[in-house]
């Protein structure tokens, strides 16, 4: 095998799985501690993305734009669970993942309407230039879209390991029962694990839009991949769902330049289905959710 | 009185399980609920920390009423239940565990005080503090619950079923922490379908039966009674058995047998 | 079914037809009826879906990918190979249920949102291949000149014929729809969403009719996508993509997803709603309408426009008075009693070395006992026994670690609770697991479902001797009512009637299973005293019919006059066994209950402890 191609694909593909990781993190946090799978938040990856590169063109400067564009995306994840999951929690499970579908396709509308149909763009943070990396020719925000995901992992599993807050919203995600006895609020918990996975999603877009450019109907695909980071590591395990979404841009990266750009998604998703069903449907998400699985009471 | 429950009604969705239950703890006591499993013992202890909704009567703690307030503001009220099977966050630490259960406490200095208490208080907690609360022994994990639960500092401590399933000389050690726990100035609800255990160290008792409290009194003369005896196995002799004898006589008249 | 509501259903239908015949006298454009079609082609497709998703529950989000399927082997056979149009739509239809076929049973193991994403993945995976396989498909391109649509040569090329001819396969897929909806097979449906746990307690074979909806769907799907191909002239991998299966989703949820026509009506409204846009030049507002029409009817008209409009005939043909009260007094000759029951003295059920441990605790530790024909055996035992978990071992919802359960000396242990339910083992449940979908009646009806013959294709069909059978189930579902004392409550809700008549409705849906053995989970608890000797006496009646009960409970007056044999367990092992009064005086009972004597600690045994900590 020649290493240098390897290499031409494997580093861009970790660059991609960056944001898949960090769309599995949200994945992982916001279903455990509600029991939804919440499609729309690849939609925050796409708006964080194109928000920043619109106001950028408005002539904001980045420094603006990215927290603006964070913000909103916190906001409109903490507006979705408030609005369309808090007052439907003891409705079917199948109506409640049908509605997160139904503001994907919102959010994805939004975007449309106020971005528009083409791509946008924006420059590199710090030029764009390229560097060699084992020979390989990278895009210099490479390096930011792999400091600021590292940065991100680090600030998340330092909250969840040695904060008040973060131990809270782990004790939510293994028993929400017992959460609630030790006096947390898991109302208001839920509500910012949502705005922390949007605020996330929105600057895994940011930082990836120079590399390759922010579409309105670029959410699906995040969302989808992010969401098979996820199901790798058995939807419990934050860290496995990192591993799983670096991943999957790894692989997806690798069957475009070995096999076929064409064939790329439908290899991914088949490996997603191919090992669902080696692996079983069964999943213990949050509140012990069950999904999946035949013989269970 | 501490904590006073006046007709209390409640249950799970359409299973009505407490009918019009009245109890009271004085500051300072144990008192020991007991009753065979399904009597609805571990419901009323969710209905006081508002687990399951409340749907009548009054609960006052501390003479003011709770009923109506959620989770969070009883345990802030100074209410601590350590809930059956113990419900630790079996993948977090020791020390995890015990700084959740001081989670709705704002001194962080004080909070460090309190799990030096525990620690003292439970030892075997402090060596294995580092180590994940799913790897310890039945009865460690009992401790573990008591200690996480003493860690908001309580008033009034409800505990639920804290023998089930440990060995005999494990009950007694942990019946010896409830005393100990009295002893340091607190108040403590438990229930207990081991009600030899429960009552050898309670003040008072009351007995729950289908969701109903049909006696209760000092614990000494409720070890005494037979009527706890019938309440968990049955029996032919109060006024209470007539529907175990009307179902007799209806099998002779059905199946002549 | 009552007669208004039938009438009802009438009504409206005959509306829908009425109001799509005359569409084209007004609007006969061909632009107005192209947009006629496509909303016919989309309620074709909506009808299977809506039984997928609104009454299985299952979240099969992807189906769109079978309109391709569909359109594409229409397409290519119809260009490359001159079909004939309708041929050519048939053997989409063949194509689509084949392949649904093949990835059904893998996929549905999946449930909830996995099941979501894997349909999902599947339809995009799809895409990927009509757009790369280029010489079958024509890639990204598509495959252009697809004929007007025709049936064995007669052309529809008049634009209002092939109108009409849309239209009337919308409704034959409707049609079938309303068939299923209305037979055996709808109920196991709306049983599956409802609790799958229950219906796998009645008998239903989950997977079966999970798959069976799953392939209908398909071919309902792919009569959509090839008269799509034939409207667009042309098929190309754009067409079914992810905002068509939105649209769909749409569709169905506006609709109503408990309707079979729903999906038609939501279809229709859709289809309008996105011409209204294009004609306000707004059509880059059509994602965000159908999304936020989605999120509202989801979180405030679950029941969509079909559930709207049933509730404003009701309101209009309200007629005064309540519901006719319920009998209580219970009918005891309602039911025949049992034939072909073994002789007293078989041994009917036999647990032998039964153990099952969860991590390292053993939660049923090598139990045996046997169950003799005819007889009343409860299981007891403190919290914590393992009485639960042994009664779902028996039952097939947990897997045995070790030990054998025989029913009639054939070995049940490896069976599925559905499995078991067909061999005539009835089973209630601790927390009641009604289906809240449907009517009392019905309810009682999904118990007959091991006794029904009636198969997917002669209920599509609706043969005469579908409604012969449905007409002796409601027979006998209605008998099992009156032998609980529920008669007068069969067109109820189960939700409307009291925690113990909702036990009632559970016991006679164990019963009309005609069951050899009943398990019954804690049948007292929840229940007042009146109640619950009602209810001990309605457990003799049923083993005076022959019916052999083994039974969980922890009311010990209950236990204690209704069983002949106990079987007391402590710790997850039996402890004694025997007629009550002699188990009742065991000591080992009284202090399996009761716990030991506390042991004052000493000196001495406290630094024991110590050593043991």
Not at chain 3, 6 to 23: G, M, W
Not at chain 3, 38 to 61: D, R
Not at chain 3, 357 to 378: K, P, T
Not at chain 3, 432 to 452: A, I, K
């Amino acid at each position: 095998m020649d290493l240098f191609v390897f290499f031409q694909l494997f580093l861009p593909g970790l660059t991609t799985g960056c944001v898949y990781a960090l769309v599995a993190l949200g994945f992982v946090l916001t279903a455990n501690v509600t029991g939804v799978i919440n499609f729309a938040q690849g939609e925050y990856v796409m708006i964080g993305g194109m928000l920043t590169a619109w106001l950028f063109a408005e002539s904001v400067p980045l420094w603006i734009a990215i927290p603006a564009a964070t913000l909103t995306c916190a906001a409109l994840a903490a507006a979705q669970e408030r609005f369309t999951l808090a007052p439907v929690r003891h409705t079917p499970h199948f109506i409640r993942v049908t509605i997160t579908l139904g503001v994907a396709v919102i959010l994805r509308g939004i975007a449309l309407i106020a971005f528009g149909k083409d791509p946008l763009t924006l420059p590199g943070f710090s030029g764009d230039g390229v560097f060699t990396m084992f020979n390989a020719i990278l895009p210099v925000q490479s390096l930011w879209v792999w400091g600021a995901t590292a940065a991100l992992l680090a600030a998340t599993f330092w909250f969840l390991k040695y904060t008040d807050i973060g131990r809270g919203v782990r004790a939510c995600s293994i028993n929400l029962q017992a959460a609630r006895l030790m006096g947390i609020n898991t109302e208001r918990l839920t509500l910012f694990v949502f705005a922390a996975a949007g605020g996330t999603g929105a600057l895994a877009g940011i930082v990836i839009t120079p590399i390759v450019l922010a579409n309105w109907d670029a959410g699906i695909s995040y969302g989808l991949k992010g969401f098979i980071g996820a199901i790798l590591g058995g939807l419990r395990s934050p860290s496995i769902a990192v591993l799983g979404g670096l991943g999957i841009g790894v692989l997806e990266s690798l069957s475009a330049g070995y096999i076929s750009s064409g064939w790329k998604d439908a290899i991914v998703y088949g490996a997603l289905i191919a090992y669902l069903l080696v692996r079983g449907g069964v999943f213990y998400v949050g509140r012990a959710t069950l999904v999946g699985g035949s013989r269970e009471l | 009185m501490l904590l006073e429950l006046d007709r209390v009604t409640s249950g799970y969705g359409r299973l009505p399980v407490l009918h019009e239950v009245s109890l009271a703890v004085g500051a300072g006591e144990i008192v020991a609920l007991i009753g065979a499993n399904g009597a609805g013992k571990s419901t009323l202890l969710n209905t006081v920390m508002a687990m399951v909704p409340l749907s009548g009567g009054d609960i006052r703690f501390d003479g003011a009423s709770i009923a109506g307030a959620a989770t969070p503001a009883i345990v802030r009220a100074g209410l601590a239940q350590v809930p059956e099977r113990r419900q630790l966050f079996g993948a977090m630490t020791v020390e995890e565990n015990l700084r959740l259960g001081a989670y709705a406490r704002a001194d962080r200095a004080g909070v460090v005080a309190t799990l030096d208490e525990q620690f003292r208080q439970f030892p075997i907690l402090r060596e294995r503090r580092r180590q994940a609360a799913q790897t310890l022994s039945g009865g460690e994990q009992q401790m573990l619950a008591i200690a996480r639960a003493m860690m908001s500092r309580p008033r009034l401590m409800l505990l639920d079923e804290p023998s089930l399933g440990l060995a005999p000389l494990m009950v007694t050690r942990i019946m010896d922490q409830i005393v100990a726990l009295r002893a340091a100035g607190g108040t403590v609800l438990v229930v207990e379908q081991n009600a030899r255990a429960a009552l050898a160290i309670a003040d008072r008792g009351y007995v729950l039966e289908n969701g109903r409290i049909t006696v209760s009194g000092a614990a000494a003369e409720l070890l005494g009674n037979p009527a706890v005896q019938e309440a968990y196995l049955g029996g032919q002799g109060s006024g209470v058995r007539a529907i175990e004898t009307s179902i007799r006589k209806k099998r002779r008249a059905i199946l002549g047998r | 079914m009552s007669a208004l509501a039938a009438h009802k259903r009438t009504l409206a239908f005959a509306a829908a037809v009425v109001a799509i015949a005359i569409y084209p006298l007004f609007y006969p454009g061909s632009y107005p009826v192209g947009v006629g079609i496509v909303a016919g082609a989309m309620a074709a497709a909506t009808v299977g879906f809506v039984l997928l998703l609104g009454y299985a529950h299952q979240l099969a989000f992807g189906q769109a990918g079978f309109l391709m399927i569909g359109g594409y082997v229409n397409a290519i056979l119809c260009v490359n190979y001159r079909w004939d149009p309708f041929a050519a739509l048939l053997a989409g239809v063949v194509v689509a249920m084949l392949l649904a076929l093949v990835i059904a049973r893998p996929i549905l193991k999946l449930r909830g949102f996995v099941l979501a994403i894997a349909s999902l993945a599947m339809q995009l995976i799809f895409i990927v291949a009509a757009i790369e396989a280029v010489p079958i498909t024509g890639g990204a391109l598509g495959t252009q000149g697809v004929p007007k649509f025709a049936i064995f040569g007669v052309s529809f090329a008049n634009e209002i014929a092939f109108y009409y001819a849309a239209w009337v396969m919308a409704f034959i897929c409707v049609g079938i729809g309303l068939n299923i909806d209305r037979s055996r097979i709808g109920r196991a449906l709306k049983a599956i969403a409802a609790s799958e746990t229950a219906a796998g307690s009645v008998g239903i074979e989950i997977v079966t009719y999970k798959v069976q909806m799953f392939v209908i769907s398909a071919g309902m799907a792919s009569v959509a996508g090839s008269l799509g191909a034939h409207y667009l002239r042309a098929m190309d991998p754009n067409v079914y993509g992810f905002a068509y299966s939105l649209n769909l989703l749409t569709a169905v949820i506006i609709g109503g997803l408990t309707s079979v026509w729903g999906g038609a009506l939501g279809a229709t409204a859709i289809t309008g709603l996105r011409e209204l846009l294009r004609s306000l030049s707004l059509p880059l507002w059509e994602s965000v309408i159908m999304g936020m029409l989605t999120v509202v009817v989801l979180l405030a008209f679950p029941g969509g426009l079909a559930g709207a409009i049933g509730a404003l005939f009701d309101r209009l043909t309200r007629r005064g008075g309540a519901a006719a009260p319920v009998t209580v007094e219970p009918d005891p000759a309602a039911l025949p009693p049992v034939t072909g029951m073994p002789p007293p003295g078989t041994i009917m059920l036999s647990v032998d070395g039964a153990t099952r441990s969860f991590g390292n605790l053993r939660a049923v530790n090598h139990v045996s006992f046997n169950v003799e024909a005819g007889s009343i055996v409860a299981l007891i035992g403190p919290n914590g026994a393992g009485k639960t978990t042994l009664f779902n071992l028996i039952g097939g919802y947990q897997p045995l670690d070790a030990g054998t359960v025989k029913f009639l000396g054939q070995p049940i242990e490896s069976l599925m609770p559905d499995d078991i339910a067909r061999l005539g083992i009835g089973r209630t449940f601790q927390n009641l697991q009604l289906f809240d979908n449907m009517t009392v009646l019905e309810n009682v009806m999904c118990g007959r479902f091991r006794l029904n013959t009636c198969g997917i294709l002669s209920i599509s069909a609706r043969l005469p001797r579908v409604a012969r059978e449905e007409a002796a189930t409601r027979r006998a579902a209605r008998a099992a009512l009156d032998f609980v004392g529920l008669r007068g409550a069969g067109d109820m809700p189960p939700t409307a009637l009291s925690f113990g008549h909702q036990r009632l409705v559970e016991i006679a849906r164990a019963l009309a299973l005609e069951p050899k053995l009943i398990l019954m989970d804690e049948p007292a608890s929840g229940l007042n005293d009146t109640e619950t000797e009602r209810l001990a006496e309605l457990v003799l009646r049923i083993a005076a019919l022959g019916i052999t009960v083994l039974l969980v409970e922890h009311d010990m007056r209950v236990v204690m006059g209704l069983a002949d044999q106990l079987v007391v367990m402590h710790h997850g092992e039996k402890i004694a066994e025997g007629a009550p009064d002699a188990v009742r005086q065991e000591p080992e009972v009284i202090a399996a209950y009761l716990g030991q004597d506390a042991v004052e600690p000493t000196a001495a045994n406290r630094s024991a402890q110590e050593h043991v900590a």
